[in-house]
């Protein structure tokens, strides 16, 4: 707790905190006690990413922290779009519009728009997230299945020539 708090309050505080952990933490028992009883449970996006993906396949230790930090940065971007949706109300159609959005009006913190191989990882993140729901039989269909690979255009290398790069190691030699 802050300095400036007295125990008291830095005990009602802690208390508030710890009953809203408990509350969190019974949602998702009665959740995943409802899936194991074999019914499908109502995930929106936002909860089956913070209860599910994330812990089982993003932070269970098989990645570098630069590989989560990626995940947590382009989440930040994709939240906004789908968070409260209903994870199996989730539309090929709806993952388009997004993918299109982050290619023709989405600017970066520093104004520029995203770069071909980033709206990949966006595209690959959405397949891994659906692709992990579907098997844990959490949807009953894959909308990224109606949704094609963003390409990724390949920049013309500009390159010396021969002769260009002979006169440029001898130059170097001297």
Avoid at 90 to 106: A, E, H, M, P
Wanted: charged share 30%; proline share 6%.
């Amino acid at each position: 707790p802050p300095e400036d708090m007295t125990p008291a309050k830095a005990r009602k505080e802690a208390q508030l905190v710890a009953a809203d952990w408990e509350a969190e933490q019974k949602e998702a028992f009665e959740r995943q006690k409802a899936q194991q009883e074999g019914h499908k449970t109502d995930y929106t996006f936002g909860q089956f990413v913070d209860e599910v993906w994330g812990p089982l396949c993003v932070r269970d230790g098989s990645h570098r922290p630069s590989t989560i930090a990626m995940y947590t940065n382009i989440l930040k971007v994709m939240r906004p779009h789908f968070e409260e949706q209903p994870l199996a109300e989730i539309t090929g159609i709806q993952i388009s519009k997004y993918l299109t959005w982050l290619r023709n009006d989405y600017r970066t913190n520093f104004g520029k728009p995203l770069a071909d191989k980033s709206i990949k990882h966006h595209y690959n993140i959405l397949s891994f997230i659906f692709g992990y729901a579907e098997k844990q039989d959490l949807i009953d269909k894959n909308p990224m299945r109606k949704v094609d690979s963003p390409k990724v255009r390949r920049r013309a290398v500009d390159a010396l020539s021969e002769d260009d790069a002979r006169r440029f190691f001898r130059e170097l030699g001297e």
